[in-house]
């Protein structure tokens, strides 16, 4: 793989337009990108998200950089695609939640975003791995896939993380503690649980949730909040949210390059913020999988 020391100038820009913000986004992007200096020899403002992976798979190669447009959904769909190439991914935040961005420390506004990709660094980062299909920054187990499986499209287009925190309060009435158990090495535990976040990042909805989360570390970060009651996970939320001193003592975590997880009943799992598969799982690393568009470090 080659080694690169800046970030290339030609790119391929695609948008996923029914991101929260990507289709008032996609023409300012062509714009500030251009007047950035960055070179677009093709642009893509794709309205059907079914046909996101196959616009992306076809763009990766076709340009030394291609920036997707969209939120953690859509990185969810598109990052395989950069696996071990030397195709720079560059980000423009333009979803709900935005965790990835945030876990970089890209900016949330579109010029902030555009200056990283127009001025940046090339960055090597792991990828998290769940039974075979490759994510950035985090996976999940508990009441998350149970708000993405149901949430309104238009309840999180419009009113954003307060939509997702209203649909949270819905659903989490409904919701029940589940049997957790982790294999590792040689160590075996069985618990109960309410949560289980899997964090090569440190966000989950917005939230820095695994604070010591970095997306090259060469380990993945399983953080479990144990136990059948739902107001400790609430609380667990609300006290990273607000950075509590306290924010701690809600949950456990464990590091590893290998790990399974099964539970009882089988759960959804959610893969940046989409659901992606069923539990039993087995969740591993991909050391330096990706290069990216990254900020430059202070």
Not at 36 to 48: M, Q
Not at 69 to 98: C, E, M, W, Y
Not at 261 to 270: F, G, H, S
Request: contains cysteine; positive net charge.
């Amino acid at each position: 793989m080659i080694k690169l020391k800046r970030l290339p100038k030609q790119a391929i820009l695609i948008v996923n337009t029914h991101s929260r913000s990507g289709a008032e986004a996609f023409p300012q992007a062509v714009a500030m990108l251009g007047e950035a200096g960055v070179e677009l020899v093709e642009t893509h403002a794709v309205d059907d998200p079914g046909q996101l992976a196959k616009v992306v798979r076809k763009a990766v190669g076709g340009a030394p950089m291609v920036i997707v447009g969209g939120g953690d959904g859509t990185l969810s769909t598109t990052i395989d695609f950069f696996k071990d190439r030397d195709t720079v991914f560059a980000l423009l935040p333009l979803g709900t939640a935005n965790s990835f961005a945030r876990t970089l420390g890209i900016p949330l506004d579109l010029p902030g975003a555009v200056d990283v990709i127009a001025k940046g660094m090339p960055r090597r980062i792991d990828l998290g791995c769940v039974n075979g299909d490759y994510f950035a920054n985090t996976a999940a187990i508990g009441l998350s896939p149970m708000i993405a499986r149901t949430v309104p499209h238009k309840l999180k287009k419009y009113l954003g993380r307060v939509g997702y925190g209203l649909w949270a309060a819905k659903v989490g009435v409904g919701f029940r503690p589940f049997r957790l158990t982790i294999d590792y090495g040689q160590a075996h535990a069985s618990v109960w649980a309410t949560e289980v976040r899997i964090a090569n990042g440190g966000y989950f909805g917005g939230v820095e949730l695994v604070e010591d989360a970095e997306v090259d570390s060469g380990e993945i970060i399983v953080q479990v909040v144990a136990g059948k009651s739902k107001p400790n996970l609430l609380s667990s939320w609300v006290s990273n949210m607000f950075k509590l001193r306290n924010r701690d003592q809600w949950h456990a975590e464990i590091r590893a390059k290998h790990i399974r997880l099964a539970t009882d009943p089988v759960m959804d799992v959610t893969i940046d913020g989409e659901l992606a598969t069923k539990t039993p799982i087995t969740v591993s690393v991909a050391p330096d999988a990706v290069v990216i568009a990254a900020p430059r470090k202070a």
